[in-house]
Structure formats: C-alpha cells, structure tokens
C-alpha cells in the first residue's frame, strides 16, 4: 500500500534558526498538501502544490515538489515560537482522492 | 460556526460497547473524510464520501467499522464490540469539489476511550 514517510521525526531548534522537514512517498503523488497541527489540535491545510518542481512560498514558509512528484521538503526560515506544532505532507496516489498523511514531523522552538 | 462539526468531542466505553461519532461537514462540500489519529501519529485514512457515495474504504478497517452519509450531507462513523485498541482521536475532513482532492477541512475530532 502506500506510504508516505517523513523525516525528521522530531526537530528542536533555536527560535530564529531555520527548519526543513522531508517528506516521501513510495508512489507518484498527483498533489501534495501541507498541514500544520498544533498541540491539543486538529491538522490545518497550509498549501497545496500540483506540479512536477514547483515551489511555493508563504512568507518565511517554502515549499517545494520533486521533479518525480514522490517527493516534497517544507523549509521554514528563521522559526518563531508560533510555528511551534507537527507538520504534515499528504497526497492521493495518481488517479485516486484519499490522501495518505505522512508521518510528520513535529517542530520545537526554543525561545 | 460554519466549520466541521463532530460530536461528541469525548466518549468513554467500556470494552465490548458500541459508539456512534457523527460529522456535520460544510454544507457545500462534497466530500467527506474519515481519518483516525493516535498519539504521536499521522491521521490514518479510514474511508470517504462524494456526495452520499462511499467511494474508498481502507483495508486496515475491520468489518466492526461502518461509516454511511445517508444524504450527502452528515456522516456517521459506528464502531461494533469496541476494543482497547480502538482508542483514538476520529477525525473528520470535508472538502468541495469533484476534482482532483484538493483542501481538507477538520473538525475538532472525537476523542474515543476503550476502558
């Protein structure tokens, strides 16, 4: 079946320094999406990117799609205590619509 | 409150007991998720509606699960002879369109306890 793995499972840093979070499924994804859930709740979208290499950008949130569409990296630029929370990637296998979540990657900021 | 509304946000049953979560998705849209998620994990796909149709259910799903969208609209998730196992936070996701799957919209989830 499909899998969606996600790598670092876990990341502290120090608030101001940058972050990045991998992520990776074992088969060709017609879309990925992100989505940020904060302790105590429910996942909330953050972007949705469609094509071969594209790269979008949210002020200091960039988001990137692999050239083979099994791939997606979220780097965040200088973290605040806000971007405190587990980011997850999820996407539906070519020619479906359940999106399979990643395994996330959960994001601690040091004041 | 025009968000994804699923109740109740807690439920505590003994073993053996069986529970009812139901989810009111935005009115508009489509589609409608169900995802389960235990501590320190993703959201694990359980089934999805388009419209009243139940297009996708996951293997991992026992027949002890059953989920219906009798209208399109609201959805209920049953679970028969609870087990300890089935412990977890259930989500539930709505999203528009008939596309390609697109924004997933969630509720606050229901919390589960299997005593």
């Known amino acids: 079946g499909q899998q969606v793995m996600q790598i670092p499972q876990y990341q502290h840093v120090q608030e101001g320094e940058d972050f990045t979070t991998y992520c990776n499924s074992s088969?060709?994804?017609?879309?990925i999406q992100w989505y940020k859930q904060r302790p105590g709740g429910h996942p909330v979208f953050l972007i949705q990117l469609v094509k071969s290499g594209e790269v979008k950008k949210q002020k200091r949130l960039t988001f990137q799609f692999g050239e083979a569409k099994k791939n997606s990296s979220l780097h965040i630029t200088a973290t605040q205590t806000t971007d405190v929370g587990t980011y997850f990637c999820?996407?539906?296998?070519?020619?479906?619509?359940?999106?399979?979540f990643g395994t996330g990657t959960r994001l601690t900021v040091i004041p | 409150d025009t968000g994804v509304s699923q109740n109740p946000r807690h439920k505590i049953t003994k073993r053996g007991q069986n529970v009812t979560f139901r989810c009111d998705p935005i009115s508009e849209h489509n589609r409608l998720y169900w995802y389960r998620q235990t501590l320190g994990q993703g959201p694990e796909f359980l089934t999805y509606f388009q419209n009243e149709a139940q297009l996708e259910k996951s293997r991992l799903l026992s027949d002890r699960f059953s989920a219906e969208r009798p209208k399109g609209s609201f959805s209920t998730l049953e679970i028969q002879r609870t087990e300890q196992g089935d412990s977890a936070m259930y989500l539930c996701?709505?999203?528009?369109?008939?596309?390609?799957?697109?924004?997933?919209?969630f509720g606050e989830g229901s919390r589960l306890t299997v005593l």
């Open positions: 999820a996407g539906p296998k070519t020619g479906a619509n359940n999106l399979f």
């Open positions: 088969t060709t994804l017609s879309n």
């Open positions: 996701a709505s999203s528009p369109g008939t596309g390609m799957a697109g924004e997933l919209f």
